[in-house]
């Protein structure tokens, strides 16, 4: 009887600790935000080149990514309940220290700072959602990511409406948000201090199918999931950081504008994560990523080549298929290594931000030595990959298959 209530604790999706990790991933990522979405103000402001642009989410992105295995495999095996709230308060710092940089150096330190709270907030949090979802991985890993997206929706948006208007020191306030994250991730540490006797070896579950493969084919498919994550953020890379220069560059519009474009894109990517999620559940990862990734290259391809508002539309219709792609490549890799959360969400998260970082870089060198509509052409192609996708092995339990 009581091996049974533990097994159905193991199965209860805590919907609770769920949507409190989403919140405190919504303010992070809000913070985070701010740092692309303040780019034509500094750009202008000090005179930086696009190039310049590129390093300083190159500095941003590869601080996040390169610790995040290492935060990841150090959780699976000793696990800190608290480590989340601790990391809350390095992006405390990083936001009071944008604020008031005046250097390009300083702007490079700030948000290496503010990366470097990402690193211990991702791979810890990810885990989390994981032991928090029970049956419904899919469902939950898309409630902890699009509390993300919403949260990167929001910062261009708070960038248009506070720190446009009142200038570069109005990025303080945020530190506002920064202790209201750390706070409800303390609470959320003390929830997960009291399950850690769940997290033991004998507690894992592999499926079948998943035991089946070698280790060759296990490390086949973590390289796929990796090519389809570059394919994905490389092309979220150009929208990101470079959206907003090319509505501005090709159809004129004021900065404000542009920025609500962008918000109306993230905005798309903060949706179309919920509904991959609870999609992914029912009928299988592999073919939401066969969606996610090869669906939006109709749409994306088009971008580049019509109007103002086609344009936009597009952008938005690519935006919610693409955003379902990484909680599912998650889900998928975990399930490959289900012994090794920790450190592949760390893998994961930390090419997410490592390849976005790249990205942006590249396109900024790019676009310096040709032009923001030439990068544009080039990163819609991105999405084709997604054809890689054949080439995954079915691993998941057909139970999503018409009920007998």
Known sequence: MEDTFKEEERERTVFSILLAISFAHLLNDMMQ???????????????????????????????????????????????????????????????LLLAWADSFALIMLSVGVIGLGSSIFHPESSRIARLAAGRRKGLAQSIFQVGGNGGSAVGPLLAAMVILPFGQEAIAWLAIAALAASATLFNVGRWYSRILHRVTPKAVKVSAAVAALSRGQVNRALFLLGLLTFSKYFFMASMTSYFTFFLIGKFGVDIRTSQLCLF?????????????????????????????????APFALFIPYVGLWWAVGLAVVTGFIISSAFSAIL????????????????IFFGLNFGLGGIGSAFFGWLADRTSIEFVFRISTLLPLLGLFTAFLPDVEERKQSPSR
Request: aromatic share 12%.
């Open 33 to 95: 935000s701010v740092i692309p979405s303040i780019y034509p103000l500094i750009k202008e402001k000090y005179g930086f080149t696009f190039g310049q642009i590129g390093v300083i989410t190159l500095v941003f992105q590869m601080t996040s990514s390169i610790l995040q295995p290492v935060v990841g495999r150090v959780a699976d095996r000793h696990p800190q309940p608290y480590s989340l709230s601790l990391g809350m308060l390095f992006t405390l710092a990083g936001m």
């Open 331 to 346: 889900v998928y890799a975990t399930e490959l290594k289900p012994y090794s959360v920790g450190m592949i969400a760390g």
């Open 264 to 296: 109306a894109f993230l905005a798309a990517v903060a949706v179309g994560t919920v509904v991959g999620g609870g999609y992914g559940d029912k009928y299988g990862r592999k073919r939401v990523i066969w969606i996610s990734i090869l669906g939006a």
